[in-house]
């Protein structure tokens, strides 16, 4: 196994676990707040796969799905074309509104990018220093897990709230 490979599973894990949490779910169950501070599953799912998306994009030199495959205008979200939610306030929280379709399209297509990329990676380009604003500067291969961790994060949030629906 490569170490592509082990990225490449762990980025499946996430899109397991969003389709897992979202799948079946109606707009009142993913617009769901456990108190009027929390996140949603809309806005959890939205959230990780723009991170993804803008992160993963960054590290490959690529346009993100976002613009490129049109989803912004899909979601039609009253958010600058660069926000992927870092720092939101819960009025912003609060209009992330999407069908379960629409989040589980984005989701796949940004996975789809990811696994493309990732593939294509060897050993040599996880050590590439692809952020040099940070200290220590980033490296490909930190990038791509941190998005993991976080992605891995936000999906298990989801699915906690949609076992909590569940047992309503």
Avoid: C, K
């Avoid at 991170?51 to 205008?73: P, S």
């Avoid at 939101?88 to 990018?113: F, I, K, T, W």
């Avoid at 949030?157 to 949609?162: C, E, L, M």
């Amino acid at each position: 196994m490569t170490s592509a490979d082990v990225l490449v599973d762990g980025y499946d894990r996430i899109q397991g676990s969003v389709h897992e949490a979202v799948r079946g779910l109606e707009p009142e169950q993913l617009e769901f707040r456990l108190d009027p501070q929390a996140n949603t599953i809309a806005w959890l799912t939205w959230h990780l796969s723009r991170v993804q998306d803008d992160h993963l994009a960054g590290a490959a030199g690529t346009e993100q799905a976002w613009l490129a495959e049109g989803w912004r205008d899909r979601f039609e979200l009253p958010f600058d074309a660069a926000d992927i939610g870092y720092g939101h306030s819960s009025d912003q929280v609060a209009q992330v509104r999407a069908p379960a379709s629409l989040l589980l399209g984005y989701q796949d297509a940004v996975h789809e990018r990811t696994v493309r990329y990732v593939r294509t990676l060897t050993d040599a380009d996880l050590d590439e220093v692809i952020d040099a604003d940070w200290t220590p500067p980033v490296t490909r291969g930190v990038r791509l897990v941190s998005v993991l961790a976080d992605g891995l994060q936000h999906a298990g949030q989801a699915a906690f709230i949609r076992g909590v629906l569940e047992r309503r």
